[in-house]
């Protein structure tokens, strides 16, 4: 079922490695030029393309755009007791683990008179995708919205895709939870299309410009955001999920099986990896996932996820390749099931979120953990990090110094603005220091 990488006998180098982790057929590069046509049909014709966009992919016309206030509330009112119970729970720990991602400010006093403030301040206004399609995330809601309230932001606009079974409507336990959260402008839109709608404002919709763009979906969404990034600021290309799994003999085969299936069931480009320096754990865990993808709900999905180019058992002489291999496939979701956790930990750079443990499964972190689950997908963990309320917030530098500290540095900036021949930059500093004209005289009343 699973497709085999046998890097035994083998150390490939940094480069190789790259060249060997398993990736989709449809990565976000091929997706760039329909999410362009889309983005700039929406920039054209505004809340028209999102509506012709909703009856092509969502198979349905929403009646309107923004989601109404009553509309809101009635979602509210009607949430499931027990979904409403799951979401609190959920929403209280991620606001904890949210409150300790906020730095806090800090003074550094150079010299008597000489002091640099750095503080973090948030974005004024933040668009925050839900996606929809082949499942419903109210938990996505929670995870997007609540590190941006955490951080300060005070204007939040979400955007989920219409629903052909709730007549147009956004799903109706996702508007639920965002009124839950106090969040009432919510827009019925979904692809590509929502994230340039939110980058680039729609006036007809009364859709201003965010400043940032945050939250998970598919190909489409991730290459949105990648055409995006130079108008306003993204977390992530969070686009179809992927799970590595370092297991060594110790592991518990149905549980590595267990968790492969529940991230293949999002997506059928969604990516389940097995690096193992165990063929008997490889058998036995292919063994549990045949029997696993046959129970499931969405066997055909998880089949199609499962035996793609982006899934595989990856043989390895020891736990030091594997933690090289995870490195160069740098996972979304990472998980460390062997005997020696530190060992392996220690080695680990690039993931997005990792799981200790046998009793530390990813959907844990999809809903309870208090972890954020938005999080870099496609190998882009290399470079950028998870959703958080750092993500809403930036460092900025304020600059307090007196005649004194100043005149002491005066010399530096002199001899450096010289050096680079920008002698206007040194004159703004002696001109605080010489001597005062007079201008007493004023003008000749001739």
Known sequence: MLRTIDLRGTRPTSPELLALVPRAATDVHAALEPARVLIDDVRKRGSHALLDQSERFDRVRPASVRVPADELASALASLDPGVRAAIEATIERVRAASA?????????????????????????????????????????????????????????????????????????????????????????????????????????LGLESVQRVTGPGNVFVAAAKRLVAGVTGIDAEAGPTDILVIADAAADPDFVAADLVSQAEHDELAASVLVTDSADLARAVTHRLEARVAETRHTERVRQAVTGPQSAVVLVDDLDQAADFANAFAPEHLE???????????????????????????SLGDYAAGSNHVLPTGGTARSVSGLSAATFLRPQQVVRYDEAALREVAPVIAALSAEEDLPAHGAAVTARFEARRDDSSGPSRG
């Open 100 to 204: 300790a991602q906020v730095p806090a400010p800090k003074t550094t006093v150079l010299a008597p008179g000489a002091v640099i403030e750095q503080r973090w301040h948030p974005v004024a206004r933040v668009g925050l995708y839900v996606p929809g399609g082949k499942a419903v995330y109210p938990s996505s809601v929670v995870m997007n919205v609540v590190p941006a309230q955490v951080a300060g932001v005070r204007s939040i606009a979400l955007a989920s895709p219409a629903q052909a079974e709730h007549g147009g409507r956004v799903h109706p336990t996702v508007a639920g939870v965002a009124a839950l959260l106090g969040i009432d402008e919510v827009y019925a839109m979904g692809g590509a299309g929502a994230i340039g709608a939110f980058a680039y404002g729609v006036p007809d």
């Open 336 to 362: 460390i099931q062997v005997t020696d956790v530190d060992a392996v930990l220690a080695r680990i750079d690039n993931a997005g979120a990792i799981f200790v443990g046998p009793y530390s499964p990813v």
